[in-house]
């Protein structure tokens, strides 16, 4: 299917109100904050929560917009354009954190969700657990009809901001001979938006990019959660009807590795443009550097780049949307996409010359961010494993 063909007048209307948002409301904040290392601002938040973009996986009878995994990555693509920042935000509303047993509760969650009121922060990955997430060793002891909750998580982004914390731990070791993953669990962890709740210290950490997010280290210190805040499953997004809890974690993986190369495809748009702007105005040699065939050519290849990823971007979450297994084809949109934005974005700034090296250009954050997809949401390693064990007719551990 060619992308005009994926792009229905809905979708291009949704698009073009996405890039119009981005360009006009995301991009002079990005411009102004992220070289300050500012989270995003309040009122952001707000028009963000205005636009819908906390409800696009939403049904409406919720109050969302209803629509599938194929508007989430236009509309992710828009944002992270601007502000990768921005884009990644969303994935903390759209339904994260609301898979508790009791409907009625699920119900409001969800309408919160869509609101922006319940924006959250996904507490998975710990000093000893990255990759290897099934080796997570916070713990979750029993008590009466709660949780206390002990240990320690890494990589925490928007924790002091969040509505709640999705926090994977472990109940119990698993038996000999068992995988490493039994026995963990997720919990809610209610809090007070700009606080942190009692048992829960942190720190943030000093990254060298991906600022409009704090990132936290976490210090649980006897934390209780209500037994209730427990949830069936893993994974971003709410699950769609009829699927089994892990199915469903999987699904929320997928949504997550398409929104991820969205991301990284709207990064490395943003070098294209950045450096097709700069390079018909920067004058060397008594002409715009436009005119040599070095540049010419690398803006070529850089678009070319862009549309590809974009082409097959467009084809998995049509597949993801039409209840296709997308498993393997997540992880390679995934790798792929990320990748090239690293390439794109990187040669985007080489056309800038010593400017590009300069917080005066918005390409090196473009670049800065770009470098973080291949590491966030599954390495590119372990993409490779994915595929490959896929290719072989093996399963990943
Ligand atoms: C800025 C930032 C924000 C993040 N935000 C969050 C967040 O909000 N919530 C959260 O829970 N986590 C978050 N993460 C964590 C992120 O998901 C992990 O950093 C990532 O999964 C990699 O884990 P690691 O850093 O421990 O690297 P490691 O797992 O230690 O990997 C180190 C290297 O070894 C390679 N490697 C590891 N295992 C294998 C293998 N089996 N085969 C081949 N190669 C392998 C990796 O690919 C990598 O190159 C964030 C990370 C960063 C940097």
């Not at 996986?57 to 502000?83: N, P, S, T």
């Not at 974009?310 to 049509?318: D, E, G, I």
């Not at 800065?368 to 590491?375: G, H, Q, V």
């Amino acid at each position: 299917m060619s992308a005009s063909r994926y792009l229905t007048a809905e979708r291009l209307e949704l698009q073009a109100a996405a890039r119009r948002f981005a360009m006009e409301e995301v991009l002079p904040v990005a411009d102004e904050l992220d070289p300050e290392r500012a989270d995003i601002p309040d009122h952001l938040l707000r028009r963000v929560a205005e636009m819908g973009y906390f409800g696009i996986l939403i049904d409406r009878e919720h109050g969302g917009l209803g629509l599938g995994v194929f508007e989430y990555a236009l509309i992710a693509e828009e944002l992270a354009r601007a502000w990768m920042s921005v884009a990644s935000i969303i994935a903390r509303g759209n339904g994260m954190g609301t898979q508790v047993g009791d409907p009625a509760r699920r119900a409001e969650l969800l309408r919160r969700s869509a609101r922006g009121t319940w924006v959250g922060a996904a507490a998975l990955s710990e000093p000893g657990a990255g990759s290897d997430l099934a080796n997570v060793q916070c713990r979750a002891e029993r008590a009466g009809d709660e949780y206390v909750i002990r240990g320690e998580k890494r990589w925490c982004g928007n924790a002091l901001n969040a509505d709640f914390i999705l926090l994977l731990c472990r109940e119990r070791d698993p038996e000999p001979g068992e995988p490493k993953a039994r026995g963990l669990m997720s919990l809610i962890i209610e809090k007070e938006r700009g606080r942190l709740p009692e048992g829960l210290r942190a720190k943030p950490i000093d990254k060298i990019g991906y600022f409009g997010l704090t990132t936290f280290h976490l210090w649980f210190d006897g934390l209780r959660v209500p037994a209730r805040n427990r949830v069936g499953s893993l994974g971003e997004g709410p699950a769609p009807k009829g699927r089994g809890a892990f199915n469903a974690t999987l699904h929320g993986l997928n949504i997550a590795r398409i929104h991820t190369a969205a991301r990284a495809i709207g990064l490395a748009r943003g070098a294209v443009e950045d450096a097709l702007a700069y390079a018909k105005t920067r004058v060397q040699f008594d002409r715009p550097i436009a005119s040599f065939q070095a540049i010419r050519f690398k803006l070529a290849d850089m678009s070319t780049e862009v549309e590809a990823a974009r082409a097959f971007m467009y084809q998995v979450a049509q597949q993801c949307d039409d209840g296709l297994p997308v498993e393997r084809e997540a992880a390679m949109v995934k790798l792929f996409a990320t990748e090239m934005a690293e390439r794109v974005t990187s040669a985007g700034l080489q056309v800038h010359g010593g400017n590009g090296y300069t917080t005066e250009y918005a390409v090196q954050r473009h670049w800065r961010d770009a470098r973080l997809t291949t590491i966030f949401e599954g390495t590119s390693e372990i993409q490779r494993r994915i595929i490959s064990d896929r290719l072989l007719g093996e399963r990943s551990t």
